[in-house]
């Protein structure tokens, strides 16, 4: 299955994105993946194939700032969760999407969130995969360093942060023919580093984990948690916790998986995802 690699201008701002359609024309919504720090999309290109071999169009776009999609001056875009959330909006107006499965992973996808909360009626169901969505969540020392004076400005021009933060989160080496892709922002341009950087600085974690928190108190959308339960920097008892709470919602967990399940364990995230995202149909 092809994964087609293209662009999208939005005001401004140019949205790379990586697209599958199914085979049949199919009325599904589409699924909207969304990636975290300090990843790209590509790290659904596993992922994706499966959802069309299912009937699914899938949409993966490189946040503003992140792969191939356009890294603006600070001065012309903040890096703050509502920038990140409004910038979305527009990139979803553009594709002209009406309503959506929104999947996310990570952090920086947690504005993924907000902007669902924001928008009930564009989403059709959640799925939330190793996210921060609690308000004791920080941000793990190895992102944090990004943001350091001084400090985030040399190691944030190191190509090797990406190996050193996706391998951590992972607990597993990642090819090098992959990697080679998660560094190849950092090689070509300063401007990589300057907006990873400038996400850290901007990124108002306590004020979004307790915008996310409230509004998970009246949200009904159908929701799945799929959590890998060796995430180094994410517990699975929030996501627990709001399981527990919330009024349609569940949780898949994978014993082995860790801060970023798609890398490794595509297929048992592939099956997770199918089935909820399925249910509708014989509901």
Known sequence: ?????????????????????????????????????????????????????????????????????TKPDKRDFSYTPDAFVEALSGFIQALEIDKFYLIVQGFLASAGIQYALRNPDKIERLVIINTPVSENIKLPWKMQQFGLPFIGDMITQDPLLVDRTLEGGCRQVISDDDLDVYRRPFLKSSDAGRS??????????????????????????????????????????PAQKLVASMQNAELVKLEQAAHYPQEHWSEKVSDALIDFLRRKEVN
């Open 196 to 237: 990873l950087m400038n996400t850290v600085r901007n990124i108002q974690l306590p004020q979004s984990m307790a915008e996310i928190e409230s509004g998970f108190q009246g949200w009904t959308r159908p929701t799945l948690f799929v959590w890998g339960l060796t995430d180094p920097w994410l517990s699975v008892e």
């Open 1 to 69: 299955m092809s994964i087609d690699e293209k662009i999208v201008e939005v005001g401004k701002l140019q949205w790379f994105y990586r697209e599958t359609n199914p085979v049949n024309k199919s009325d599904k919504p589409p699924v909207l993946l969304l990636h975290g720090l300090p990843s790209q999309s590509f790290t659904w290109t596993a992922i994706m194939p499966n959802l069309a071999a299912s009937g699914f169009r899938s949409i993966a776009p490189d946040w503003v700032g992140y792969g191939r999609s």
